[in-house]
């Protein structure tokens, strides 16, 4: 289990580093925290010929708030984002997000912006991304543009990332006042990728009505999968457990999930449906506003 | 927990590893660690196809790769038979190995081998094998015993000279009374099919070997292994050497659980000969999922009928064992056990081991008997339920006792299964068990007969005071703990005083494999006669120094002094350093002692569980455990309640999560810890250990096996609290909860 030949370079700047990917293009191949990437090498599913190690880049590891998103940087590791109060505060469900994944020693190493380029159908954050519709900052030597998750997102482990490209950065907008989140997801056995993943997150007005609903799913396609239908039948609508339990099904209509040696499509979708009712309750009861 | 006596020092009184400390440090050596010098690195080749004719090996482009020293088949090798020839019968058979001067270069030209196989049709399901006209998975070998099977002590008996349905490779037979008539006398007859799934020994260290010829073409081998001496013979057998012309080196082993028999010994050794330089094969993690020898998948058909006294009345079953490409599975205990747990004058019961074209089967924890118990201790939960009797009552009536007929007719020696039950019945779990929303509790049984092979051991008397014991068996669980707290009993030394070395085959004395539950149990005895032996060489000595009779002396503390005169006495160390230097005139102490136990020591277990179960998802969780065990006599309770703890985690790993799974076309799909999932500290709750020592009467001071036991009832108890929680049940492990989701649904 060793990996194939490749060069290595190890940039001190993010300039540095942009160079390389263009001068060698998708010959080469950006390592972030390695907890996807070395398992591949080592498996030789890839043969980069030129690892471009980030891991050295000064000052890309910040977690900030401008502009009511949440901006995570280049090489904010899992873990510093699930011990940040800031995202806590400002964003439950990605603190709750982060935690489930993979393991304290995965964590420690793992970037979210890692986990997003990587683009995992399992993986929780473009789940996140996708429920809120966030937006990722790509950057080459030639500029930045930003692309909202719909965008970024195009397949199974293929995003709109171009070979002389990096992600640079995370935009999460903040949870509105009278938020709550819950990301649920269901694994085998603790700690591994789950079978399906739900990331909810419901804003309400003053009224108590659900002013702003976020959900989308990992695990039941070849990208998170954006509920759009069950999201416009939650808008302006009176929370209620009849409520969560009809866009529950309507995420189980609409999604169109694989089998593998897991789990049957069919157990998916399931899966899905209960996932989905379970987080909306959850995010119901998270918000305090269940008296109301 | 057990008590310890007071007229023991050390038995009995818990006391960490020996071994703890290297590990925890990682500075213990295993065979990955060695880099002797001019070390080469060899990478297998193996084969992509279940089941394929080859029909060339072309290796001209690996062979001009950076760093490769020779690749290799099955004609360049003496003897023969190390690698495919001519046919592959399993996805990951060996057909060519690489050596190179590192292990990526290795690995780099064993993927420039081009092999043309010609596909020919895969057998995989084994009850399909056995229909009449089905193709033949490979020409039977005539005689087959398996190695790893005999030293778990898997003689079974049975009839064997049964007719044998197509690609069964073994077929054994038990049957006792009348069936038919047994059944006419029951008040309830349950019948139903349980399945047990592939699964992989889950060692974390993969199998590794490192070999060097001298160049008088003698070997010596560094391997991860259960068994030094059984290693060196299959070796010489199959190089067609003497055994005295092989070192077997055991290393650390990093888990093994019955995985870590011959494996690739022989080939490493044939590599190192044929190139005279050490060489290196240690299996990255896929190819040891698709090289090892996993346990064996089984289909057990059983239909069992009681009284509404709870008596039973009848036992019919058929089992199936999927063998893989290679006879050697343990479908004789399985059959042994399932027959022989409980009293009943009627039975028959037929095993088959059938070939597939899949990974040869191999031992595993308890071979065969956590298949076994899944289904019989599925099946008495259920007529107890169907009369309306006392799980454990009725288990009670019917368990065997001392002097019951096995199945094979030979009588079960002391055993304590009797003893396990009353000790459930008055423990307050199980007269509480208490229970939340969607939880139960099930109870289950297993035993394990118990192993045996001799054994000899030395007790050396070093200058510095300590004993240095040494043994020919391995030590993969903490046995040479045991074995040291056995040897400080008797001199009245502190178990750290005692190192216990098992250097090489060349220089330690015969011990059997470690496998069965008979370490300690062979073991023991031998290393307490060969203390005996050295005390006794002691005190004569010191008689001699302290002119005083040998029965007036007392050894204490590292001391010998005359009964009620203190200031008479002399140290260990000094009655070493005096026996010790040039011109002495004292003999050295070294003491011997060897056995031959004649009678085995079954252990039995009764594990209570109680899971709770996700009604919505199919999830089981396993929420509170308490395993009872027999263990004869707790020489190390702490290990002892470690090794009950680490079975049952095992259990649970092939109850809920741990499943090999193949394709259609025999590709094992979860050839990595991504996808095999093992049990994490999450999937195991707190198990409180329970032992009841029912004294084996050869095994030193009392003790029998524990280490099979424990991983042996756990799936029946987790099947049997799953139907408590939700009224319905499982017959197939691992359970998936998508199985019961439907089957709740179906259920209503
Ligand atoms: C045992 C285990 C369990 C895991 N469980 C989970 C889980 O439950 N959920 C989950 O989401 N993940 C899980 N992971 C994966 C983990 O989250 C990874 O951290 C993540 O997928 C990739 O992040 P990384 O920084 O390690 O990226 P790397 O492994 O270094 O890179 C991954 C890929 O992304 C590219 N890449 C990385 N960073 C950038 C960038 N900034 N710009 C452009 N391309 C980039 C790399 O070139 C590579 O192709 C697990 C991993 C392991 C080993």
């Avoid at chain 1, 700047?13 to 990437?37: D, F, R, T």
């Avoid at chain 2, 590893?17 to 990478?43: F, I």
């Avoid at chain 2, 042994?336 to 037929?350: E, M, S």
């Avoid at chain 2, 098992?502 to 004395?509: E, L, Q, Y």
Wanted: charged fraction near 25%.
């Amino acid at each position: 289990m060793k990996p194939p030949r490749f060069a290595y370079a190890a940039p001190e700047s993010l300039e540095e580093a942009l160079e390389l990917l263009k001068e060698h293009g998708s010959e080469a191949k950006v390592l972030a925290g390695g907890q996807s990437l070395m398992p591949m090498l080592n498996l030789r599913l890839l043969k980069p010929a030129i690892l471009v190690d980030i891991n050295r880049l000064p000052g890309r590891d910040r977690i900030d708030e401008a502009e009511g998103m949440l901006r995570v940087g280049l090489l904010v590791r899992h873990r510093q984002a699930e011990r940040s109060p800031l995202v806590r505060q400002s964003l439950p469900l990605l603190a709750e997000a982060v935690r489930q994944i993979g393991h304290p020693q995965i964590r420690n190493r793992g970037t979210l912006c890692g986990s997003v380029a990587h683009a995992d159908p399992a993986a929780e954050l473009p789940a996140v991304l996708a429920a809120l519709g966030g937006q990722v900052v790509l950057r080459s030597a030639g500029g930045r543009r930003v692309l909202p998750a719909d965008q970024f997102f195009l397949g199974f482990l293929t995003t709109a990332l171009e070979p002389e490209e990096v992600v640079e950065e995370l935009r999460l907008p903040v949870a509105p006042p009278r938020t709550g989140a819950a990301f649920l997801e269901f694994s085998r056995r603790a700690g591994d990728f789950a079978l399906v993943g739900v990331a909810a997150q419901l804003a309400f007005d003053a009224a108590g009505r659900i002013a702003a609903a976020g959900l989308a799913l990992t695990g039941v396609g070849g990208t998170p999968f954006k509920a759009a239908s069950a999201e416009a039948l939650l808008r302006g609508q009176a929370p209620s457990a009849r409520l969560f339990a009809e866009a529950a099904e309507r995420v189980r209509e609409e999604v169109d999930p694989e089998a593998d040696i897991h789990a049957s499509a069919e157990y998916r979708r399931h899966l899905a449906q209960v996932l989905t009712r379970r987080a909306l309750e959850a995010a119901w009861r998270r918000a305090g506003l269940e008296a109301a | 927990m057990s008590s310890a006596e007071p007229s023991f020092q050390v038995i009995g009184r818990s006391q960490p590893r020996l071994d703890g400390p290297e590990k925890l440090r990682g500075s213990a050596r295993y065979v990955a660690d060695l880099h002797p010098a001019g070390l080469l690195h060899a990478r297998l080749v193996l084969s992509p196809h279940a089941h394929a004719r080859v029909r060339r090996i072309d290796t001209s482009g690996a062979v001009r790769a950076p760093g490769v020293v020779a690749v290799l088949t099955a004609a360049d090798l003496e003897p023969t038979g190390l690698l495919a020839e001519g046919e592959v019968f399993y996805a990951g058979h060996p057909v060519a190995v690489v050596v190179a001067e590192s292990e990526a270069l290795a690995e780099d030209a064993a993927e420039l081998v081009e092999v043309a196989y010609e596909p020919l049709p895969a057998v995989l399901d084994p009850e399909e094998a056995m229909r009449p006209g089905a193709p033949l998975v490979r020409e039977l070998p005539e005689e087959h015993a398996s190695q790893a099977m005999a030293a778990h002590g898997a003689a079974a008996g049975g009839a064997r000279d049964e007719p044998r349905p197509r690609n069964a490779s073994d077929v054994v037979r038990f049957r006792r009374g009348d069936v038919e008539a047994g059944f006419a006398q029951a008040d309830a007859v349950i019948e139903a099919t349980y399945r047990a799934a592939a699964v992989h020994q889950g060692h974390i260290e993969t199998h590794g070997v490192v070999a060097e010829a001298a160049p008088d073409g003698s070997l010596t081998i560094w391997t991860s292994t259960q068994g030094s001496f059984d290693t060196r013979q299959g070796t010489a057998g199959t190089l067609g050497l003497e055994e005295h012309r092989i070192r077997v080196v055991p290393m650390t082993v990093g888990g093994a659980f019955g995985g870590k028999f011959l494996l690739l010994e022989p080939l490493a050794a044939a590599v190192a000969r044929r190139l005279g330089r050490p060489v290196r094969l240690v299996l990255d993690r896929v190819q040891d999922f698709l090289v090892s020898r996993p346990s064996p998948a089984a289909v057990i058909h059983l239909k069992m009928g009681a009284r509404r006294d709870g008596s039973l009345t009848a036992l019919q079953a058929r089992l199936v064992f999927d063998s893989g490409a290679e006879p050697g599975s343990p479908v004789g205990i399985a059959a042994l056990l399932l027959g022989g747990t409980y009293r009943v004058a009627n039975l028959d019961i037929a095993g088959y081991e059938v070939l597939t074209h899949k990974s040869p089967a191999g031992a595993y924890r308890g071979p065969g008997a956590p298949q076994a118990y899944f289904a019989l201790e599925s099946h008495m939960d259920r007529l107890a339920r169907r009369l309306e009797l006392d799980p454990l009552d009725f288990r009670l009536r019917n368990a065997v006792r001392e002097g019951d007929p096995r199945p094979d007719g030979r009588p079960w020696p002391r055993l304590g299964l009797v003893e396990c039950l009353e000790r459930l019945r008055d423990h307050p779990l199980w007269k509480e068990r208490p229970a939340g929303p969607d939880e139960g509790w099930g109870m289950a049984v297993g035993g394990w007969p118990g192993g045996l092979e001799p054994a000899a051991a030395g007790c050396r008397l070093d200058p510095d005071g300590t004993l240095t014991v040494q043994v020919g068996a391995v030590d993969i669980t903490g046995s040479a703990t045991s074995l040291a707290m056995i040897a400080a009993e008797v001199f009245g030394l502190a178990p750290d005083r005692v190192r216990v070395v098992n250097r090489d085959t060349d220089s330690s004395p015969f011990g059997g494999s470690a496998g069965g539950s008979k370490t300690v149990y062979t073991v023991g005895p031998a290393v307490q006669r060969a203390a005996e032996d050295a005390r006794r060489q002691v005190l004569e000595l010191a008689a001699e120094r302290l002119e005083a009779a040998p029965e007036d002396l007392e050894l204490r503390d590292g001391r010998v002094s005359v009964r009620g005169v203190p200031s008479r006495s002399v140290t260990l160390a000094e009655l070493a350093r005096l026996s010790t230097r040039f011109g002495s005139r004292y003999a050295p102490i070294h003491g011997h002692g060897r056995v031959a136990q004649r009678s085995s020591s079954p252990g039995f277990a009764v594990h209570l569980a109680r899971v709770r179960v996700d009604r919505e998802t199919g999830e089981v969780r396993v929420t509170g455990f308490l395993a009872v065990q027999d263990v004869g006599r707790a020489i190390n309770p702490a290990e002892v309640a470690g090794q009950i703890r680490g079975g049952v985690a095992q259990g649970i790993g092939r109850t809920l999560l741990e499943q090999l799974v193949w394709d259609d076309a025999g590709q094992l799909l979860d050839a990595n810890l991504a996808d095999y999932r093992l049990p994490t500290g999450d999937d195991v709750p707190r198990i409180e250990a329970e032992l009841v020592e029912v004294p084996a009467p050869d095994g030193p001071f009392g003790a029998k096996g524990v280490g099979e036991p424990p991983a042996i009832p756990v799936a029946a108890a987790l099947a049997n609290a799953v139907e408590a929680a939700v009224g319905v049940r499982l017959n197939e492990i691992p359970f998936r909860p998508e199985a019961l989701l439907e089957a709740m649904k179906r259920a209503g």
